[in-house]
């Protein structure tokens, strides 16, 4: 996948970016920094662009 695709998040994960970036900008940082920052949040919060669904779970494989 290439650098900037935002194809392997859910539309959930895109929602919370595009309001983490609007929070950004009316506190007056550029679009491309607050754009930056907001994916940086989603992937910190929720590990990167992982669809959610079954098969998806943690542990020790048996």
Request: proline residues 2%; hydrophobic residues 20%; positive net charge.
């Amino acid at each position: 996948m290439p650098r900037g695709d935002k194809s392997a998040y859910t539309g959930k994960q895109k929602r919370q970016a595009r309001h983490i970036e609007q929070h950004y900008e009316e506190a007056g940082v550029s679009g491309k920094e607050a754009e930056r920052r907001a994916w940086a949040t989603v992937n910190k919060e929720q590990g990167g662009g992982k669809k959610s669904g079954s098969g998806r779970r943690g542990g020790k494989s048996h």
